[in-house]
């Protein structure tokens, strides 16, 4: 594949190619674990022989790449890298790390980083070829979500450091659909420039697209009538939860397709949501991705098994990631899926992070199952947060939200009974559920911040 355009002998029903590289999304599975397996020894020996930090990392446990003669073996023999790892790496190695290929300035396309939220903004640095290759990612999953070039595509995710954005820009252009990169501006704005120019696409976080669903309804627009058709979200958990896909979908009228990847492994994307709702297709020829044991990151789990995702670029060379661990959970789906396409799935997309897990009444807890209970609840706002506290020696949780516009007056006991009915079923235990009255949660624009700690700092 190139700049060429898509590759497919069938046709959908506007009449453009099904896929966007028919022979490649279609590829039997064991055909492309041998490609798999030659690209993996391929970074693997690129990385030991050029990098030092990987050299350093691989000699300190005993590795060496011609350990790796299957999949398997990778899974089983090479140690992950993790975040702290690679700022601690950036730290003495400015800018981008002992990780990174020497980039000359006429070699680098892009510069990006982390947000930086918890200290210094991890930096990226990526050569003109990844960017590039890159580019053709992003629309084989655009194409797969339903994006076509007679699409006008309007941006809600912020540009700067953060990737984000710039991958659903990356795509669209790429497939030569209209572009639209308004990003983050004021929310009615947004309605109103969708509304004037009839844009048919529109990208954001979920929490984004279920916060503009209050604007609509404030503002009295009617979002279902307006001419966007597919909602391409990413950026956080939810937009491949079957609960919180419904609400977004059902207020949108149009159908959500959650994109996801992580500053790690940008520019590349790691997965899309698939039109027939099975989930998310996983790029594994261009981001290998592994579901293993989350206490031994070593140990493969078999398919539909819950585990801790590691992840590995097969073709990047300019700042290449193998077997970085984010810390996020979820579980596999090897059938080829109803779109003829077989790569491997996720069924509800990344459940969360395994160090946002809560443990109550000896229950795990991810914010994601909250939301999945909550989005059960049609009364309910948009909004909630989760409070932790410290009583006696045990961890309890509170479940604070908001009654909507949906819920009658009056009704706010038995939206309450029915929330925390619904926690119960999802998460196995009791939780108690706090209406508040509707604003009082601040409202989210980008990426939302569910959990409140206020246990007391050990």
């Known amino acids: 594949m190139g700049a060429s355009g898509p590759r497919s002998v069938s046709t959908d029903e506007r009449g453009f190619p099904r896929y966007w590289d028919e022979e490649r999304e279609t590829l039997d599975p064991g055909k492309r674990e041998g490609l798999i397996l030659e690209r993996i020894q391929h970074q693997l020996a690129y990385v030991y022989a050029e990098l030092p930090f990987y050299r350093r990392h691989y000699d300190a446990h005993g590795f060496h790449p011609a350990q790796v003669r299957s999949v398997e073996d990778f899974t089983t023999k090479v140690p992950v890298i993790t975040k702290k790892m690679l700022i601690a790496d950036q730290a003495e190695y400015p800018p981008y790390g002992s990780y990174a290929r020497d980039l000359k300035a006429g070699e680098i396309a892009r510069i990006h980083g982390s947000s930086g939220t918890s200290g210094t903004p991890t930096m990226y640095a990526v050569s003109k070829a990844d960017w590039d290759r890159a580019g053709d990612v992003h629309a084989m999953a655009q194409w797969c979500a339903g994006i076509r070039p007679d699409d006008i595509v309007q941006v809600g995710f912020p540009f700067g450091l953060f990737f984000g954005g710039w991958g659903v820009v990356q795509g669209a252009e790429r497939i030569g659909a209209t572009l639209f990169p308004l990003a983050i501006t004021e929310s009615e704005r947004h309605l109103e420039l969708m509304a004037r120019l009839g844009s048919t696409v529109f990208s954001a976080t979920p929490s984004y697209c279920i916060h503009l669903l209050s604007v609509a309804e404030k503002l009295g627009i009617d979002l279902p009538g307006n001419t966007v058709r597919r909602l391409l979200v990413g950026g956080e958990p939810g937009g491949a939860l079957p609960n919180t896909r419904k609400v977004i979908e059902e207020g949108w009228g149009a159908t959500a397709a959650d994109c996801g990847s992580t500053s790690e492994m940008y520019p590349f994307q790691t997965s899309v949501a698939c039109t027939e709702g099975t989930g998310t297709h996983l790029y594994i020829d261009e981001v290998f991705t592994e579901v293993v044991e989350a206490d031994d990151l070593n140990a493969p789990v ?47 997309g990344v459940l969360g992070r395994l160090d946002d897990m809560l443990v109550i009444r000896g229950a795990n807890v991810f914010p994601s199952a909250v939301e999945t209970a909550l989005r059960s609840v049609p009364e309910l706002g948009p909004e909630f947060r989760i409070l932790v506290r410290r009583v006696g020696a045990m961890d309890e949780m509170t479940v604070q939200t908001e009654l909507g516009p949906a819920a009658a007056p009056g009704s706010e006991s038995e939206a309450a009974r029915r929330a925390e009915d619904a926690l119960k079923r999802v998460l196995q235990i009791r939780v108690p559920v706090e209406l508040l009255a509707p604003g009082t949660i601040p409202e989210t624009t980008f990426k939302a911040r569910r959990v409140v700690d206020e246990r007391p700092k050990s």
């Open 302 to 348: 078999p398919a539909r098994a819950r585990g801790a995702v590691v992840y590995t670029h097969l073709w990047r060379d300019s700042q290449p990631m193998i077997r970085f661990a984010p810390g996020d959970e979820t579980y596999l789906d090897t059938e080829t899926c109803r779109c003829g396409r077989t790569y491997p799935r996720m069924p509800e």
